[in-house]
């Protein structure tokens, strides 16, 4: 059983109570996984007659060594008992506002998504703010259009290869914030190890070989007319070549304005898709200090030792990425999607 606490819409805490809740994290706009984690949590009809269990509500539950989590109540909810609410993930939030006016955007990525979030609260505040902003340095040129802010952000982040996190955190008066970390690269290199067999921390839920092999890409902007649409050079990946033949994409970003961007975004795209991947679904067992160790974009060390790569090997050992977790609390495992280069 989990606390969860619930916030009024200035984010003060007004209840709380125990249930079972499942919940994800997510690694947002990493092309590897979908944003849009959510979970049905079952409440006593006692917790259902209290007034300050509403639809657009926040939770937060806490439970160290596993990171915070924030969520937001909203349909479905099954009023019949038992009674069974929907919580979606923090940046649902996000979702729910359209920006009202088209804004353009000149400066480094931070500056952008401040914007976007700016505009979200400004209809009304929902104390979201931009949180670590590390390696976020080029310049942009964004138009923030009269569409949903999620959207807009989540494409965004995907087309230039930034990641973000969504942070709860509660200050001294208990007011819950939710900060957006957003960055290269995000998350550390734990050095702990994952593995299946004897003794083990991890069983192998699934195994696969994917990403295309794409190794000599052109990237085009999105003009109509010909005499101004931007074009890059090809980019080649020649070790991919050499083992995987020569797989060729044009590939097209329909908001870049900047020759210099173009060329990093697609770039970004080849160093993505060059080399296949190996995804691994994990189940993590709570042992020793594996779950201390499981964050979005943190790096691990995993074996996984019955398994059979092309070229006739059995087995893999090396360094994977964490992309997205959910805990089961029942079982107490965490369902974990990693990913690491093939080579």
């Not at 003060?12 to 919940?23: D, I, L, T, Y």
């Not at 290869?161 to 995000?186: C, K, W």
Request: hydrophobic residues 40%.
């Amino acid at each position: 059983m989990s606390r969860i606490i619930v916030f009024d819409l200035n984010n003060n805490p007004v209840g709380q109570f125990n249930a079972e809740c499942n919940r994800g994290w997510i690694l947002l706009g990493n092309t590897g996984v979908s944003d849009g984690g959510q979970t049905s949590v079952i409440i006593p009809t006692d917790v259902a007659g209290q007034p300050w269990l509403q639809l657009g509500r926040m939770v937060l539950v806490e439970e160290p060594p596993l990171p915070a989590w924030a969520g937001v109540i909203d349909m479905p909810w099954k009023v019949s008992p038992p009674v069974e609410m929907t919580f979606y993930n923090a940046e649902y939030l996000l979702s729910l506002r359209s920006a009202e006016r088209s804004l353009a955007v000149v400066g480094p990525m931070a500056s952008v998504i401040g914007e976007m979030i700016h505009l979200a609260n400004e209809q009304e505040p929902m104390y979201i703010s931009l949180g670590t902003t590390g390696n976020v340095q080029d310049q942009k040129t964004i138009v923030i259009e009269q569409a949903n802010i999620w959207d807009q952000m989540i494409k965004l982040l995907e087309d230039s290869g930034y990641e973000m996190v969504m942070r709860p955190q509660r200050d001294t008066h208990n007011h819950l914030s939710i900060f957006a970390d957003i960055g290269l690269g995000l998350g550390v290199n734990t050095g702990f190890m994952l593995h299946d067999g004897d003794n083990g921390n991890m069983k192998v839920v699934d195994a696969v070989v994917d990403g295309g092999a794409i190794n000599r890409v052109r990237g085009i902007s999105g003009q109509t007319s010909e005499s101004e649409q931007l074009e890059t050079d090809v980019f080649e990946d020649q070790a991919s070549q050499n083992i995987y033949r020569t797989r060729s994409e044009v590939i097209q970003f329909r908001d870049v304005a900047q020759l210099s961007a173009l060329n990093q975004y697609t770039q970004n795209y080849l160093s993505n898709v060059s080399m296949p991947y190996l995804n691994l679904t994990v189940d993590v067992l709570d042992i020793g200090d594996a779950f201390a160790n499981l964050r979005a974009g943190n790096r691990l060390i995993a074996h996984a030792s019955e398994i059979y790569l092309p070229g006739g090997k059995k087995g893999w050992r090396g360094t994977v990425r964490l992309l997205a977790m959910a805990l089961d609390e029942t079982k107490r495992t965490m369902r974990t999607v990693l990913r690491g280069s093939l080579l």
